[in-house]
């Protein structure tokens, strides 16, 4: 499997959206996140997410081990550098800028 490399040496970064919407489902939060994400480099690439909301994760399989969540894992084997939280891990988009 190939491995993808950012091309920059951007730093670990997490972005706090908070919305005032009860009814606020995946794909408004996913919206939300890539535009944010696209603001801050136009290439951004989504490699995992995880709602808190409903349990509902991707990429849908178990991946690594040791117990740790397997869209973290997924994440970080890719170089996630980004992260938006939306409400407080309500929502969690994680992404490679490249």
């Known amino acids: ?5 950012a091309t920059n040496d951007y730093t670990l970064d997490t972005v706090a959206i908070n919305v005032d919407d009860a009814d606020l ?13 696209r603001s801050m480099d136009s290439n951004a690439m989504m490699l995992s997410y995880h709602s808190g909301k ?3 994760f991707w990429p849908a ?5 040791g117990g740790r969540p397997p869209w973290i894992v997924f994440a ?7 992260k938006i939280d939306i409400n407080n891990g309500e ?7 490249f």
């Open 76 to 82: 970080e084997a890719r170089g996630y550098n980004l």
């Open 1 to 5: 499997m190939a491995q993808l490399q």
């Open 54 to 56: 409903t349990g509902e």
């Open 91 to 97: 929502y969690e988009f994680f992404y490679l800028r």
């Open 61 to 65: 399989y178990d991946c690594g081990g």
């Open 25 to 37: 489902d995946l794909a408004a939060a996913r919206a939300m996140a890539k535009a944010k994400a």
